[in-house]
């Protein structure tokens, strides 16, 4: 008697075991059954959802643009434009690569950038006003003491 309890319990296990297997291909393939999703806790359906085989769909690399917007993207005016040598000089300096692709760079290239050519574009404007203000400024003409007295 007690060993039939036994031999019951380990195959009730055992279709359990085979079951749960069973609802997990199913949600993958919905065609076995809608009923055996049911069975499954939202925690083992998420867990489960990136397994599944993806073919596609709205934002993933197979999905198209509609075709107006593709042809758009084909029209390139690469040697057409009258800027084009400056674009040819700005690709090869590669500073789009290294500080402008990701955000933190390109707002760390932006703050360090303006600080520096601010700095920069402050003493331009200065060494320009000293320039056509030569001889006109204070420092431009030290005080000359008068010769001492030779009285005292």
Known sequence: FGSS????????????????VTREKAFCR???????????????????????LRRGGFG???DHEPHWIENWNKNHRAGKDSLDWFFRAFNSTGIYEVFLKSSPRF??????GGMVGGYYWSRSW?????YIN???LYRHNP????PADEDE
């Open 107 to 112: 707002y760390g290239f932006m703050i360090c």
């Open 5 to 20: 309890l036994k031999l019951s319990a380990r195959t009730a296990l055992g279709v359990r075991a085979k079951s749960r």
């Open 143 to 146: 005080y000359v003491y008068p």
């Open 30 to 52: 919905p065609q076995q059954g809608p009923s055996a999703i049911l069975f499954l806790s939202s925690a083992r359906r998420s867990a489960l959802r990136p397994s599944c």
């Open 60 to 62: 993933s690399p197979r």
């Open 126 to 130: 200065d060494h320009m006003w000293d």
């Open 134 to 136: 030569q001889g006109k």
